[in-house]
């Protein structure tokens, strides 16, 4: 599988160029420039295999040339120390659980991958590298943990100071090893601004083999093709079977990735969109016009986003046609008034804690069953962060306390280290050359 840029003023570059570059030099993102076909290979998977033994033999099969099957091996063992999990809901209705990861949402699946293809890439070629990464909290997190003490790397994330929340700054903070936290005076655009300056900065980069790892590096999109087929062989249903995914979104990675599964020969009938009132993507499968614009607070703040980056690629990949997006992709859009009903609709229906993003993808799945009765046969819904996440919220609504996950409640207890710095490139290069060169 060989990469291109969407916006196609730059060439074509192998899986390892596109994972070590992160963005296309011309701007644009690195998607796949054909699609295998897998089909022979995911129908022969059976439901005894493992995540691991899955995922193992999709990275080998996708990256022939750069992966052996004993890298392929090595990546996904040294990746996935945890695995989704696929729980019914109701008659023809799946909950896929993405959050037994170390920060309890599905980030941890991307950033788990790409921590070990880099390291497995870097020890081959006998190098170091430096990631820089800047964070408005969730993102940040998940890099930390993935990356903590893997070989030949170096961690620096930069995050907002006080705009962040406690449990995030705790989970960014305390990590320790080969992970450093700066905390910027100013707001996570400032963050952002100093990482782009420190990569165009050519002496900078070079000496220090900069690398990003944000959601737009395309070895963070690929492992979450993984689960979908993963959840598709646990349901142990044929190709004639109507299966429809259904993914809380807000920057769209996730769904691009079930999309690439799809393309590779996932027999999914479609996908539901499904977004708080930051509705872009809904709108646009509505009336044909994409509409960028701020993005609004809401309950499932992970999905705030007002011009979600994997559109491009999302509609790039299907041919750059709108017709075919929206055969394949419905949108439902959910208020947080709906999206607390649905938490505490949950608990007395199912049974189950829910957090407000997987409340709002339940919600969506919901509404679709009623309004198409006879699409779909099975629907999975993405569950994309774990309830003990988002406790006054649940506790709130069905008068339960969730229990907050062990690796999350590990990192209350230890202390914040940090290095206070004000936004601007001339102090992160200066502590950048004297700690790494
Ligand atoms: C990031 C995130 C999302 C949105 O995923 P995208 O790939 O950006 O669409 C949904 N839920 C949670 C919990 C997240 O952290």
Redesign the pocket.
Known sequence: MRFASTLKRAGEVSFRQAVFTGLAPDGGLYHPVTQPDLRELIYSFKDELSFKQIAEALTHTLFPEEISRSGAKRIINRAFSFTPKLISLEDGMEMLEL?HGPTC???DFGAAFLASTLEEFLTEENSRAVILVATSG??GSAVARAFYRKKNIDVVILYPSGRVSPMQEKQLTTVGGNITALEIMGTFDDCQRMVKLAFMNKELNSSLNLTSAN?INPGRLIP?AFYYIYAYVQLQKSPEDSVIFC??????????AGVYAWQWGLPARGFIAATNINDVVPEYLQTGRFRPRPSIDTL?N??D?GN?S?FERLIHGLGGDAAAMRRLIHGERVTDPETKEMIKKAHERYGRLI?P?TAVGIEAALRFKAKFPQKANHIIVLA??HPGKFCSIVEAETGVHPKIPESLEESLHRTKEATLMAGGLQELSSFLKDKFS
Not at 247 to 256: A, H, I, K, Q, R
Request: glycine letters at 8%; a negative charge; proline letters at 7%.
């Open positions: 959050f949402a599905f980030k969730d993102t959601s979450q993914v809380p979104s807000g920057n769209f990675g996730n769904l691009t499932s992970a999905m986003v979600p994997n957090d993003h994309t962060a």
